[in-house]
């Protein structure tokens, strides 16, 4: 037995690998385009008989408010750095179609992206779409593989 048999990738779950990498980029674009509607802490005071703790834990919702909005804004800056960092791994051809397609004013339809790279829409959908879906998969460490009971 050679050495190449002895190593074997698992196969990749074309469609659910695919699925991850669109969500990764729609919340890139959601992060980008949205700001987090703040949660709000009560403003009126709250009259309440509440025996002592000893655990030093104190929930204030003003407390709770901050610590979810920078939660939230430390997983956005995370997200948007891995995404950006991992579009900008890719050819030159497959960012251009990566920002025209996900990320400019409007959102594309996959014929215009072709059409202005200068691509046919066989090579655009057999060959490249999924190769820059595969990439950013293996880059972001989303893919998704095929179980081993198939």
Known sequence: M???QLFKLPKINRKETQKNVEQAL???RYYLLTVPEERLPKVTASYSLVTPSNTNEFNSSTENAV???VDFE???DNH???IRKAVNRLTKQE???VIMKYFGDDELFDYEVYNELG???TYYHQKFKPRI???LAFILRIEVFESVDK
Do not use: N
Request: no cysteine.
């Open 133 to 135: 879906f595969y990439k």
């Open 67 to 69: 610590i979810q909005k």
């Open 119 to 121: 691509m046919s829409e």
């Open 74 to 76: 430390i997983a956005r």
């Open 95 to 97: 960012r251009q179609a």
């Open 80 to 82: 948007l750095g891995r």
């Open 26 to 28: 729609e919340l890139y």
């Open 2 to 4: 050679s050495q190449l």
